[in-house]
C-alpha cells in the first residue's frame, strides 16, 4: 500500500474497536486496539494494493483477542493443557464481518457477556465448545446452550442471514 | 488487570476514546520506530499550514492552497506510508514557526529532511537562508549565488518546489523589478511574510535600526 496510514486509522478505528470490544473488555479491548493497529502499520507498506483492508484488519484484531484469551485461559488453568498451548487453528469459516455488514458487530456487543464470549470464540474465532468451555468456564453443554442463547438474539436483533451453524453442532 | 467478563453490554465507539487510542498509537509507534511521516496540521497567519517531519528532520512544510491531502499522498509515495497524525516530533518546529509568525524569531534551527529533493533544486533551496530576514534578493541574484548566474527560471522553479517554505525562506525571493511574484502559498501570503519580516525587524516607516 502506498497511501498514509492516517486514513486507515480514521476509516476502520471505529470497526476495529467494536471487534475487539465484542471479544474483550475494557482496558483489553483498548489494547487490543492499539496492538492490532500497531502491528498492521508494520506491515502496511508491503500490504498489497488490492487487498481489503477491512477484512485484513479484523482479522489481525480477532486473532489479537484470541490469543489473549488464549493466554487468560492459560493462566486460570493450573496444569497446563497442551490442547490450549497448541490452540486450535483458526479458521475463518465465518463471513469477513468487515466485507460484510458492520451491524454484525454492533449486534454482538450488545450481547449479555458470557453469550457474546462463546459467540465470538465459536462462531467467529472457530474454537470447539470443548476449549471454548475452557476459556469462559464451566462445561461444553453450558457454553453450547450460551451459544444457542446468543445466536437466538443475533437473529432476532440482527437478521436471520448466515447463522445457522449452530445447528450442525 | 480486569480478568473478570464485561457485565454490561460493549460501548460504542465515541470520538473521545477514538482519540485517546489514536495518540497512544501513535506514541507506541514512535517508540517503536515505526513512525516514519509524523504530521500536524496548524492555524497561522497565512493559512492553515501542514507540517510533517520524519526521525531526521522537517520534511515537508505544506499551505492549504497546495492541498494537504496531495501533500500527505507524496510524502507516503516518496517517504513512507507509514504516515500519522499528531505526536511530539512537532512540537519543536511548531513552536518556531509560533515564535516566527509573532515575528520573535528571525532564523529557524530544527533540522530539515531534504530528500524530497535533489541535484540543483537542493543547492537553491539550500542557499536561501543566506537572504537575511527582512531582506529580499531576485531569482537572477540567487542564481549567481549558486554559481549559475543564467539558471534564473531553474531558481524560479526550485523555490516553487520548495518542500519546507517558512523554514528554508523561499518568499524572500522576488522579481528583479522589485514586486514579490509567485508563491507557492499564495501571492498574498508571500506579501504577508515580507511585511511581517519588515515590520519585525524595524525596516518599515523609516523606523531606524541600530
Same mark, same amino acid.
Given at each position: 500500500?502506498?497511501?498514509?496510514?492516517? +486514513?486507515?486509522? $480514521? !476509516?476502520?478505528?471505529?470497526?476495529? =474497536?467494536?471487534?475487539? $470490544?465484542?471479544?474483550?473488555?475494557?482496558?483489553?479491548?483498548?489494547? !487490543?486496539? %492499539?496492538?492490532?493497529? =500497531? %502491528?498492521?502499520? $508494520?506491515?502496511?507498506?508491503?500490504? %498489497?494494493?488490492?487487498?481489503?483492508v477491512e477484512a485484513w484488519l479484523v482479522t489481525i484484531a480477532r486473532r489479537r483477542c484470541l490469543d489473549e484469551l488464549r493466554r487468560r485461559a492459560r493462566h486460570?488453568?493450573?496444569?497446563? +493443557?497442551?490442547?490450549?498451548?497448541?490452540?486450535?487453528?483458526?479458521?475463518?469459516?465465518?463471513?469477513?464481518?468487515?466485507?460484510?455488514? =458492520?451491524?454484525?458487530?454492533?449486534?454482538?456487543?450488545?450481547?449479555?457477556?458470557?453469550? $457474546?464470549?462463546?459467540?465470538v470464540l465459536h462462531h467467529l474465532g472457530g474454537l470447539p465448545y470443548a476449549e471454548v468451555a475452557a476459556m469462559v468456564g464451566g462445561t461444553d453443554a453450558a457454553a453450547r446452550r450460551a451459544g444457542a442463547d446468543g445466536v437466538a438474539t443475533l437473529r432476532r436483533t440482527y437478521g436471520a442471514a448466515g447463522t445457522d451453524e449452530e445447528d450442525a453442532r | 488487570m480486569t480478568t473478570a467478563p464485561q457485565a454490561a453490554p460493549a460501548a460504542e465507539p465515541d470520538g473521545r476514546t477514538l @482519540?485517546?487510542?489514536? @495518540?497512544?498509537?501513535?506514541?507506541?509507534?514512535?517508540?517503536?520506530?515505526?513512525?516514519? #511521516?509524523?504530521?500536524?496540521?496548524?492555524?497561522? *497567519?497565512?493559512?492553515?499550514?501542514?507540517v510533517a517531519a520524519g526521525e531526521r528532520g522537517v520534511l515537508r512544510v505544506a499551505f492549504d492552497v497546495q492541498g494537504h491531502d496531495a501533500a500527505l499522498q507524496e510524502l507516503a509515495a516518496h517517504v513512507s506510508p507509514r504516515v500519522l497524525a499528531g505526536g511530539r516530533r512537532l512540537d519543536p518546529v511548531l513552536r518556531e514557526l509560533d515564535e516566527y509568525f509573532a515575528g520573535r524569531r528571525r532564523t529557524f534551527d530544527v533540522p530539515v529532511d531534504l530528500r524530497l529533493l535533489?541535484?540543483?533544486?537542493?543547492?537553491? #533551496?539550500?542557499?536561501? *537562508?543566506?537572504? *537575511?530576514?527582512?531582506?529580499?534578493?531576485?531569482?537572477?541574484? #540567487?542564481? @549567481?549565488?549558486?554559481?549559475? *548566474?543564467?539558471a534564473v527560471r531553474a531558481v524560479g522553479t526550485a523555490c516553487a518546489r520548495n518542500p519546507v517554505p517558512l523554514l528554508l525562506p523561499c518568499h524572500r525571493v522576488v522579481r528583479s523589478d522589485g514586486t514579490p511574484g509567485r508563491y507557492a502559498g499564495g501571492d498574498a501570503a508571500k506579501t504577508t511574510l515580507l511585511a511581517l519580516e519588515r515590520a519585525a525587524a524595524g525596516l518599515d516607516g523609516g523606523g531606524g535600526r541600530a
Amino acid at each position: 500500500m502506498t497511501g498514509p496510514f492516517e +486514513d486507515v486509522v $480514521r !476509516a476502520h478505528g471505529p470497526t476495529v =474497536l467494536r471487534v475487539c $470490544r465484542a471479544m474483550l473488555a475494557g482496558r483489553d479491548a483498548d489494547d !487490543a486496539w %492499539s496492538e492490532t493497529f =500497531l %502491528s498492521a502499520l $508494520r506491515a502496511w507498506p508491503e500490504l %498489497s494494493a488490492d487487498a481489503n483492508v477491512e477484512a485484513w484488519l479484523v482479522t489481525i484484531a480477532r486473532r489479537r483477542c484470541l490469543d489473549e484469551l488464549r493466554r487468560r485461559a492459560r493462566h486460570a488453568v493450573p496444569v497446563e +493443557d497442551p490442547a490450549l498451548t497448541t490452540g486450535a487453528a483458526l479458521v475463518a469459516r465465518a463471513d469477513e464481518p468487515g466485507a460484510r455488514d =458492520l451491524d454484525l458487530w454492533r449486534a454482538v456487543g450488545a450481547l449479555p457477556a458470557k453469550q $457474546r464470549r462463546v459467540v465470538v470464540l465459536h462462531h467467529l474465532g472457530g474454537l470447539p465448545y470443548a476449549e471454548v468451555a475452557a476459556m469462559v468456564g464451566g462445561t461444553d453443554a453450558a457454553a453450547r446452550r450460551a451459544g444457542a442463547d446468543g445466536v437466538a438474539t443475533l437473529r432476532r436483533t440482527y437478521g436471520a442471514a448466515g447463522t445457522d451453524e449452530e445447528d450442525a453442532r | 488487570m480486569t480478568t473478570a467478563p464485561q457485565a454490561a453490554p460493549a460501548a460504542e465507539p465515541d470520538g473521545r476514546t477514538l @482519540a485517546l487510542l489514536h @495518540a497512544d498509537l501513535v506514541e507506541r509507534a514512535a517508540r517503536d520506530g515505526l513512525l516514519d #511521516v509524523a504530521y500536524r496540521v496548524v492555524d497561522s *497567519p497565512v493559512g492553515s499550514l501542514l507540517v510533517a517531519a520524519g526521525e531526521r528532520g522537517v520534511l515537508r512544510v505544506a499551505f492549504d492552497v497546495q492541498g494537504h491531502d496531495a501533500a500527505l499522498q507524496e510524502l507516503a509515495a516518496h517517504v513512507s506510508p507509514r504516515v500519522l497524525a499528531g505526536g511530539r516530533r512537532l512540537d519543536p518546529v511548531l513552536r518556531e514557526l509560533d515564535e516566527y509568525f509573532a515575528g520573535r524569531r528571525r532564523t529557524f534551527d530544527v533540522p530539515v529532511d531534504l530528500r524530497l529533493l535533489t541535484g540543483f533544486r537542493r543547492e537553491v #533551496v539550500l542557499s536561501l *537562508p543566506d537572504v *537575511p530576514y527582512g531582506a529580499t534578493a531576485s531569482y537572477a541574484q #540567487v542564481a @549567481a549565488a549558486t554559481g549559475r *548566474p543564467a539558471a534564473v527560471r531553474a531558481v524560479g522553479t526550485a523555490c516553487a518546489r520548495n518542500p519546507v517554505p517558512l523554514l528554508l525562506p523561499c518568499h524572500r525571493v522576488v522579481r528583479s523589478d522589485g514586486t514579490p511574484g509567485r508563491y507557492a502559498g499564495g501571492d498574498a501570503a508571500k506579501t504577508t511574510l515580507l511585511a511581517l519580516e519588515r515590520a519585525a525587524a524595524g525596516l518599515d516607516g523609516g523606523g531606524g535600526r541600530a
